[in-house]
Every structure is written in structure tokens, then in C-alpha cells.
């Protein structure tokens, strides 16, 4: 019986569009005022999260996941699959897509595409969320791009914290400034900026992808529909938040103490509010753990808000 959950130790960003929330909010040991990413559980190149203690302690998460894959309950696949991020998004961040794994495959090196979902931790009052887009079909969705009449093509919506949003490939979004959310998604690290509201970085626009973003956005927009159900079990309410090909995303919220059956192959626990205590080892907001293969039962002591996900 393995049940050594396994601590990572997170890989911060600097983003032109980030604050320091990651620092005064998480507690997080992380200087700057534009920190806009925590890589909270990753083992993508670009942010390969380090085991912080026990028997794994210093080594990174994709050496784990290539030399010991039976704490994943032997998972098929080349790589981790998912990215678990904390964004903290002072200022707006650019309009982007994401391809599917089919386009990714044949157009960015055989990268994964990237499906990802939006757990909204905190929100300033009257802050909004882009999801989509108003073009009726292609060609004027490709006019209003190349014409720049982004307030015609932008959709807005209204945002509170607790909200949640499937962004499936193809759909136009970004989160604007004041917000704060957890992000589950696909491993992979492609995205086509659409509009960067003309800011510089370094003296440089970043760079945009025009003619990609227009082949993958689907035109019109429509909303993914998905239904949650909420459930009371062994001393802890569990939202399913979402369930699709890639992963299935779950809410915990503990009173006191959960027995959370941990059933799956391997399971990413990111605790977003409260204290306590994970199978004997201490956690607090902040904190991040995988919850191996063969681990049966997660007991959780203490009160605590968790996202939990798996694939
Ligand atoms: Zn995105």
C-alpha cells in the first residue's frame, strides 16, 4: 500500500498582466509584483514542479511520472496529462484560443492541444469574463479580426467568485484584470493571442497569431453544455464541477473531517481555502498534492475548500 501523498513545490510566472497576490493571498515565498502564474501541479517543460518531501523529495514530476508510473496507477501516456495553475490576473490578460490535439499535433510539434477549465477563486466587484465571441459565422468573425472591432466580436460576461468555465478548443476567452482563478487543463502550453490590447513588453508588442487564431476559432460560439451535480458523502459536500474527455473536476468542501474514497488512478488536490491536515501530513490554502495509486482512503481534518482533479 503506497499512501504517501506527494507535495509539490510550485513554479512561479512573471507575467506582464500579474500582481502579487500568489505572494500576499497564498503566502506563496515568491518576490515581484507581476507574478501572474503558480504551476501548482505540472510536468510540462516549460514549469516541471519538484517533489517537496518523503521518499520522492527533489525530484521533478515528470521523472516520476516516466520512472514510476505505478503511482499513477500505470496511466497510459508520454507525459503527465494535466496542469493544475493559480492565476493571478492584475491587469487584463490578452484574447486567445487554444487549438484541439488534432491541429496541435500537425501545426506545434506534436504538442498536446488544450482543453482547460476555470475555477474563479476571487473577483473584484463588477469584473467580467470573455467566453466567445458575437461573429454569426467565419468570414466575419475573420472581418471583425482583421477590421480590429473588438467590442463587436468580444463576448463579456459577468463574473462572481465560485463561478466556473469550461473552455473547450476553438473558444475565444480571457480573463480580465481583478480576478484570481484555478486552472485545470490539459498539459500543454499553446496558446494563440489574438489581441493584446496593443501593450508592450519590453518595448515590444508580444506576438500575435492571427491566421492560426482564425483557423481554430468555431464560429458562432456556442456554450458547452455540462451538468453538476452536488453530493453530501463522508463528512465533506463534493460539487462535480465538470466531466469531460480530458478530466473530471471536482469541489470538496470539508467540515471538521472527510473520508474522501480516493478510488481513481491518481488524484491533484489543490486546497484554495482553509487548514488542516491530508492523511496526517499538515496543509493549508495553498497547498498542492497527487494522491497516488493505491492510497484508498484521503482523510482530511480540519475545514477546507479543495479542487480535486483526475483524469
Ligand atoms: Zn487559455
Excluded at 190 to 206: A, F, H, M, S
Amino acid at each position: 500500500m503506497n499512501n504517501e501523498l506527494i507535495f509539490l513545490k510550485p513554479v512561479f510566472k512573471n507575467m506582464i498582466w500579474g500582481g502579487s497576490k500568489l505572494k500576499t493571498d497564498f503566502g506563496y515565498d515568491v518576490e515581484g509584483d507581476n507574478i501572474g502564474e503558480c504551476w501548482a501541479i505540472s510536468a510540462h517543460p516549460n514549469g516541471d514542479c519538484t517533489v517537496e518531501s518523503g521518499k520522492y523529495a527533489g525530484m521533478k514530476l515528470s521523472e516520476l511520472w516516466a520512472s514510476h508510473r505505478e503511482l499513477f496507477g500505470d496511466a497510459e501516456g508520454d507525459r503527465f496529462p494535466l496542469l493544475i495553475k493559480i492565476i493571478d490576473a492584475k491587469a487584463d490578460l490578452s484574447i486567445q484560443v487554444h487549438p484541439d490535439n488534432e491541429y496541435a499535433a500537425v501545426h506545434e510539434n506534436g504538442s498536446l492541444g488544450k482543453t482547460e477549465c476555470w475555477y474563479v477563486l476571487d473577483c473584484e466587484e463588477n469584473t467580467s469574463i470573455v467566453i466567445g465571441h458575437n461573429a454569426k459565422n467565419k468570414q466575419e468573425l475573420a472581418d471583425m479580426i482583421h477590421e480590429k472591432r473588438w467590442k463587436e466580436l468580444i463576448r463579456e460576461v459577468p463574473l462572481k467568485k465560485g463561478d466556473f468555465f469550461q473552455i473547450e478548443p476553438g473558444c475565444l476567452h480571457a480573463i480580465k484584470g481583478g480576478t484570481v482563478i484555478l486552472e485545470t487543463q490539459q498539459s500543454s502550453d499553446i496558446t494563440y493571442r489574438v489581441y493584446d490590447y496593443d501593450r508592450l513588453q519590453n518595448g515590444k508588442p508580444r506576438e500575435l497569431h492571427i491566421d492560426k487564431s482564425i483557423d481554430v476559432i468555431k464560429a458562432p460560439f456556442t456554450p458547452p453544455a455540462y451538468s453538476q451535480v452536488t453530493e453530501q458523502k463522508n463528512g465533506y459536500i463534493s460539487k462535480k464541477l465538470i466531466e469531460c474527455k480530458y478530466y473530471t473536476v471536482e469541489k470538496i468542501d470539508v467540515k471538521e473531517k472527510a473520508l474522501i474514497k480516493a478510488d481513481k488512478k491518481f488524484m491533484n488536490v489543490s486546497v484554495i481555502s482553509g487548514s488542516g491536515t491530508a492523511n496526517g501530513a499538515p496543509i493549508k490554502k495553498g497547498s498542492h498534492f497527487i494522491v497516488p495509486f493505491g492510497t484508498e482512503t484521503l482523510e482530511i481534518c480540519g475545514n477546507a475548500e479543495l479542487i480535486v482533479s483526475y483524469i
